[in-house]
């Protein structure tokens, strides 16, 4: 008679491959045979490779790879990785109170229960780290890098490499005067991070001149035999100049050393293309593509198949646009590091193919179609466009939502022109992976609608997965398909801005930017709290009650190339199951000493479970979660 222990590996290897890590977990308690047999490397490999084809980051240290992990170090991380996917898609993360728990020594893993949401019953200090920023510096813009290093741009130009676990930094580029960070890529096989400084030099819309800096810094490689310890360096890759209001730059191959940009034509209303097809030669390519440009979509480019793709999301669909590399060549131009040179744009080349594809709208909770103001809203706003510009929006009188009559149809709940994108977030599988696994890439948009006689703001957020090329070969809609299936935190709500109160006097004036970050299939934000008699219309207050937010989007799981589809964890909405596309916003405790209000910067890291924040007096906050 056969039974478990006599099954040949192989086999039990077959099955393995079926089960999640829950099962393995079941089956090896069950005898020491099986115990060790599905503890073993290719096991855990495969459980791997199902988290990675579930957008789940792996929670590697410093630049990693899973090559470079033993088998014992790969069970850890793949396990590390299971809990903080359940902890984040299934209830409201906890403080993972061993995050940063010093080597010999034991935390209290009590969390008492209080009523207090501000974190401050829990006893461990080793959930959240404070680590320190430049001396005499504000923050700009804060990134992690790996678990161990975080990028730091201050307000003067300086950009700070920071070491997460000794609190210093460790290498520093200061141009002695004021740049802006645009770009950040990082590449771990190559223990490069590559980014974009960027300042503007003169002029205005068609004739507004930039620089950016192309930078990298490079962190070594340790030896084990070695007892000095180099640490990494910065340098300059490629100087060069834009013409036009630059919208943004890609750093679409860092190994082929292949850059674009876009660049909104005023004079035209279009999108032209910058590209360095190697920035190791003094060249350029700057055509306009003639695709328009709208004040409500939004842009983003990604390297596909040899072609340049840009990515444009409007209200109820997405376009996608192709550009060859091998027809970008033919257009290339010589360029120069002389102070008097500007590049031209050259000429008008279309794409060589477009293609779109309609998002899939769902039926919302009933109070996601309450006015999120007292007051109806007859005036015209402004609104920020291509480059930071800001245009004015004709508003017609509009009525806002109502109820969806026909459930197999919904409409976008948001099409009227009351709503507005404030800002979108693209993000694109960016942590190591395997070959094995096809890219996803997914868009956060943050709406908005302003009062303008009350100057309130008040948002929802969507979120939808998208592939390149889009798969457009579905006749009808698939219900268990979630690509462009439109996901929202539907309740209107207040998020706290930042930002600068003097901007430079060479750029338009912009509203303070929203306290958002993003992270695949995440997003945190810091959002005002009013009281249950608040007159929702009113100004709002400066030093009023504030939380820290945290939604999950239902998790996906990617069945080859251009399909994914629920995962099955984390059912979103009610807990009866209704309003399945319905983010369950929740919120984050946080420690008694980090007071909101102060927070300059926000981000977020998937990977480690973690929420960043710079404050005003020089401190960085990385709060862990499970």
């Given at each position: 008679m056969t039974s478990l222990q006599n099954i040949?590996?192989?086999?039990?290897?077959?099955?393995?491959?079926?089960?999640?890590?829950?099962?393995?977990?079941?089956?090896?308690?069950?005898?020491?045979?099986?115990?060790?047999?599905?503890?073993?490397?290719?096991?855990?490999?495969?459980?791997?490779?199902?988290?990675?084809?579930?957008?789940?980051?792996?929670?590697?240290?410093?630049?990693?790879?899973?090559?470079?992990?033993?088998?014992?170090?790969?069970?850890?991380?793949?396990?590390?990785?299971?809990?903080?996917?359940?902890?984040?898609?299934?209830?409201?993360?906890?403080?993972?109170?061993?995050?940063?728990?010093?080597?010999?020594?034991?935390?209290?893993?009590?969390?008492?229960?209080?009523?207090?949401?501000?974190?401050?019953?829990?006893?461990?200090?080793?959930?959240?780290?404070?680590?320190?920023?430049?001396?005499?510096?504000?923050?700009?813009?804060?990134?992690?890098?790996?678990?161990?290093?975080?990028?730091?741009?201050?307000?003067?130009?300086r950009v700070v490499c920071w070491d997460v676990h000794r609190d210093v930094g460790i290498a520093e580029w200061n141009p002695g005067e004021r740049w802006e960070l645009w770009k950040c890529r990082v590449e771990f096989d190559q223990r490069i991070v590559y980014f974009t400084m960027a300042k503007v030099l003169c002029g205005k819309d068609d004739e507004k001149v930039m620089q950016f800096e192309l930078m990298q810094i490079h962190f070594p490689e340790q030896t084990p035999d070695s007892d000095e310890q180099v640490g990494p360096s910065f340098s300059n890759l490629r100087s060069f100049k834009t013409l036009g209001i630059v919208m943004n730059v890609f750093l679409l191959d860092p190994e082929a050393r292949l850059l674009a940009g876009f660049v909104w034509i005023s004079r035209l209303n279009s999108i032209g293309l910058y590209v360095l097809l190697d920035w190791n030669k003094e060249e350029y390519v700057f055509i306009d593509t003639g695709i328009q440009c709208t004040n409500t979509a939004n842009w983003s480019c990604i390297l596909c198949d040899g072609s340049i793709v840009i990515h444009s999301e409007e209200a109820t669909f997405a376009t996608q646009h192709f550009f060859p590399l091998s027809v970008l060549a033919q257009y290339v131009y010589p360029s120069n590091p002389s102070s008097e040179f500007v590049?031209?744009?050259?000429?008008?080349?279309?794409?060589?193919?477009?293609?779109?594809?309609?998002?899939?709208?769902?039926?919302?909770?009933?109070?996601?179609?309450?006015?999120?103001?007292?007051?109806?809203?007859?005036?015209?706003?402004?609104?920020?466009?291509?480059?930071?510009?800001?245009?004015?929006?004709?508003?017609?009188?509009?009525?806002?939502?109502?109820?969806?009559?026909?459930?197999?149809?919904?409409?976008?709940?948001?099409?009227?022109?009351?709503?507005?994108?404030?800002?979108?977030?693209?993000?694109?599988?960016?942590?190591?992976?395997?070959?094995?696994?096809?890219?996803?890439?997914?868009?956060?948009?943050?709406?908005?609608?302003?009062?303008?006689?009350?100057?309130?703001?008040?948002?929802?957020?969507?979120?939808?997965?998208?592939?390149?090329?889009?798969?457009?070969?579905?006749?009808?809609?698939?219900?268990?398909?979630?690509?462009?299936?439109?996901?929202?935190?539907?309740?209107?709500?207040?998020?706290?801005?930042?930002?600068?109160?003097?901007?430079?006097?060479?750029?338009?004036?912009t509203r303070q930017r929203p306290l958002l970050a993003v992270d695949f299939g995440h997003a945190v934000w810091l959002e005002h709290v009013r009281a249950a008699d608040d007159e929702e219309d009113e100004a709002p207050y400066e030093r009023g009650q504030m939380r820290l937010r945290f939604v999950s989007f239902p998790g996906v799981r990617l069945e080859g190339e251009g399909r994914a589809v629920r995962s099955g964890i984390g059912r979103g909405g009610g807990s009866d199951g209704t309003y399945q596309m319905e983010g369950a916003a929740r919120t984050l405790v946080v420690p008694k000493e980090l007071d909101l209000h102060d927070v300059e910067t926000i981000n977020i890291d998937q990977s480690q479970g973690a929420v960043i924040l710079s404050v005003r007096q020089g401190k960085i906050f990385i709060l862990c979660y499970e």
């Amino acid at each position: 008679m056969t039974s478990l222990q006599n099954i040949p590996y192989d086999l039990l290897l077959s099955i393995a491959q079926y089960l999640d890590l829950a099962d393995i977990y079941a089956l090896q308690l069950t005898c020491k045979h099986l115990g060790y047999a599905l503890r073993t490397r290719p096991v855990y490999r495969e459980m791997a490779v199902s988290l990675l084809r579930r957008c789940r980051a792996l929670p590697l240290y410093g630049f990693r790879r899973l090559s470079d992990l033993s088998t014992d170090q790969l069970v850890e991380v793949v396990n590390r990785a299971a809990q903080l996917e359940r902890g984040w898609l299934t209830r409201t993360p906890r403080p993972a109170v061993n995050a940063f728990i010093p080597e010999g020594e034991d935390a209290l893993n009590e969390i008492t229960n209080t009523a207090d949401a501000t974190g401050w019953g829990i006893k461990s200090r080793y959930w959240y780290k404070v680590v320190g920023t430049p001396p005499d510096e504000e923050v700009d813009w804060l990134s992690p890098i790996t678990a161990s290093y975080t990028l730091c741009a201050t307000k003067s130009g300086r950009v700070v490499c920071w070491d997460v676990h000794r609190d210093v930094g460790i290498a520093e580029w200061n141009p002695g005067e004021r740049w802006e960070l645009w770009k950040c890529r990082v590449e771990f096989d190559q223990r490069i991070v590559y980014f974009t400084m960027a300042k503007v030099l003169c002029g205005k819309d068609d004739e507004k001149v930039m620089q950016f800096e192309l930078m990298q810094i490079h962190f070594p490689e340790q030896t084990p035999d070695s007892d000095e310890q180099v640490g990494p360096s910065f340098s300059n890759l490629r100087s060069f100049k834009t013409l036009g209001i630059v919208m943004n730059v890609f750093l679409l191959d860092p190994e082929a050393r292949l850059l674009a940009g876009f660049v909104w034509i005023s004079r035209l209303n279009s999108i032209g293309l910058y590209v360095l097809l190697d920035w190791n030669k003094e060249e350029y390519v700057f055509i306009d593509t003639g695709i328009q440009c709208t004040n409500t979509a939004n842009w983003s480019c990604i390297l596909c198949d040899g072609s340049i793709v840009i990515h444009s999301e409007e209200a109820t669909f997405a376009t996608q646009h192709f550009f060859p590399l091998s027809v970008l060549a033919q257009y290339v131009y010589p360029s120069n590091p002389s102070s008097e040179f500007v590049p031209r744009m050259t000429t008008r080349l279309k794409a060589t193919r477009s293609i779109s594809r309609g998002f899939i709208f769902p039926v919302l909770p009933p109070e996601s179609y309450v006015p999120p103001f007292r007051q109806p809203i007859v005036q015209n706003i402004l609104i920020t466009g291509p480059g930071n510009q800001i245009h004015p929006i004709i508003l017609p009188h509009a009525d806002d939502p109502t109820p969806v009559t026909d459930l197999n149809n919904p409409p976008n709940p948001w099409s009227d022109q009351l709503w507005y994108p404030e800002s979108a977030h693209f993000v694109r599988q960016w942590w190591p992976t395997l070959p094995s696994v096809p890219r996803l890439s997914c868009t956060v948009v943050l709406l908005a609608q302003h009062h303008p006689d009350t100057h309130v703001t008040k948002y929802v957020l969507a979120q939808h997965y998208f592939t390149v090329p889009l798969d457009t070969s579905g006749t009808g809609v698939d219900p268990n398909d979630a690509m462009m299936r439109m996901w929202y935190v539907s309740v209107p709500f207040e998020v706290y801005a930042g930002g600068d109160e003097d901007e430079d006097t060479y750029e338009a004036p912009t509203r303070q930017r929203p306290l958002l970050a993003v992270d695949f299939g995440h997003a945190v934000w810091l959002e005002h709290v009013r009281a249950a008699d608040d007159e929702e219309d009113e100004a709002p207050y400066e030093r009023g009650q504030m939380r820290l937010r945290f939604v999950s989007f239902p998790g996906v799981r990617l069945e080859g190339e251009g399909r994914a589809v629920r995962s099955g964890i984390g059912r979103g909405g009610g807990s009866d199951g209704t309003y399945q596309m319905e983010g369950a916003a929740r919120t984050l405790v946080v420690p008694k000493e980090l007071d909101l209000h102060d927070v300059e910067t926000i981000n977020i890291d998937q990977s480690q479970g973690a929420v960043i924040l710079s404050v005003r007096q020089g401190k960085i906050f990385i709060l862990c979660y499970e």
